[in-house]
């Protein structure tokens, strides 16, 4: 199992775990930064009738280039922490991560 900062993957299951903090009503979508333990995320979508759900799916699918259907929201769909759970725990997936987390300015 790799734990990093605020992420953690586990090659066996296959899975990496997100912890974010999710801002809807944002003018763009975008990464904003680290929020604690987690990766905040704009998101340009209203927090009503799952908007926000589905924009953060597709940015996450956009970002890491993986299926929709491997990304999944395994706890607080309807709070702004959110649990994300990605269902490929490969290389460049967890490069990207760990990039990520070493540019990523602390809040």
Request: with cysteine; aromatic share 6%; net charge positive.
């Amino acid at each position: 199992m790799t734990v990093a900062g605020w992420w953690t993957g586990d090659p066996r299951s296959g899975k990496i775990t997100l912890p974010l903090h999710v801002q809807p009503n944002a003018r763009r979508t975008a990464v904003a930064g680290c929020y604690g333990n987690a990766l905040k995320l704009k998101i340009a979508a209203p927090a009503l009738d799952d908007k926000a759900n589905l924009v953060l799916i597709d940015f996450l699918h956009q970002w890491f280039k993986l299926p929709r259907s491997q990304i999944r929201i395994r706890q607080g769909s309807r709070s702004r922490r959110k649990i994300v759970e990605l269902a490929s725990c490969d290389a460049d997936t967890m490069n990207l991560l760990a990039h990520l987390e070493s540019s990523c300015p602390a809040n």
